[in-house]
């Protein structure tokens, strides 16, 4: 018979098993992690399409961490949660309050890399979007849409929520000329036919680069989210 294994060895099976235990506990949360982000985001393109612009600001953002920021194409920075209700309700609210509307935006190519503190994350995704734009002259047409996803989230009383919110214009445009021969279709900016109107930023635009047709080529900017190698902490 074998001889037992003396305080040391159990000791040192005890510790590699918690240091094992803690390892997998910490994956796990960041597999939940990664499913309850994308279940936030899905939910958020599911609200644009049906409208629901108020339950966007109110229950898919912060409440109560500052420092939250919004900015969609080319229209400039907002803070905070007043911020947020100026783009999605006085903004987007009433840019696409019109019969004929549609804003199917598709989800794809998925980057979520939650951070060190483990109560921040990064996000990033290509949207894919069969919408419709109110053309003065033609009414309403169909047009495609892609744009890059670049969020920062963070976590609220145990759930994810919006924090730092960009959404970067790749193409607009029109079915019938494309995205080679037009990128962009009047314009990229979400203010509608009256800018003087629109909610003023709080700052200038921070990042505007979209896919310029025949005329080179793209950089790809923004960058995904950096890899971080959460076993070292």
């Known amino acids: 018979m074998a001889d037992s294994p003396n305080y040391e ?9 918690e240091r094992r235990l803690a390892k997998t506990e910490r994956n796990a949360q960041i597999a939940r992690d990664y499913v309850e982000i994308s279940n936030l985001h899905g939910r958020y393109n599911h609200l644009c399409l049906g409208h629901s612009w108020d339950k966007i600001v109110d229950e898919l953002f912060a409440q109560k961490t500052p420092g939250i920021k ?24 009433k840019l696409y309050h019109y019969d004929g509307n549609c804003a199917i935006h598709e ?8 951070q060190k503190d483990m109560n921040t994350a990064k996000g990033m995704w290509f949207h894919v979007g069969f919408n419709t734009f109110l053309d003065p002259v033609k009414g309403v047409i169909p047009i495609w849409q892609v744009i890059k996803y670049n ?19 790749l193409i607009r445009s029109s079915f019938e000329k494309g ?42 900017l923004p960058m995904p989210p950096e890899y971080v190698d959460l076993d070292t902490f």
């Open 70 to 93: 919004v900015e969609i194409v080319e229209s400039g920075v907002f803070h905070g949660l007043d911020g947020a209700r100026r783009v999605f309700v006085d903004m987007l609210g």
């Open 107 to 114: 989800l794809t190519t998925p980057i979520i890399q939650v």
């Open 179 to 220: 995205w080679v021969d037009e990128p962009v279709i009047q314009g990229s900016a979400i203010q509608g036919a009256r800018p003087a109107d629109a909610p003023v930023p709080d700052e200038p635009t921070s990042f505007h680069e979209p896919y310029s047709g025949r005329h080179g080529n793209h950089s790809g």
């Open 9 to 17: 060895e159990l000791l040192k099976r005890l510790e590699d098993t």
């Open 151 to 169: 969020h920062i989230f963070v976590k609220e009383d145990g759930q994810w929520k919006f924090w730092d919110y960009r959404a970067h214009l």
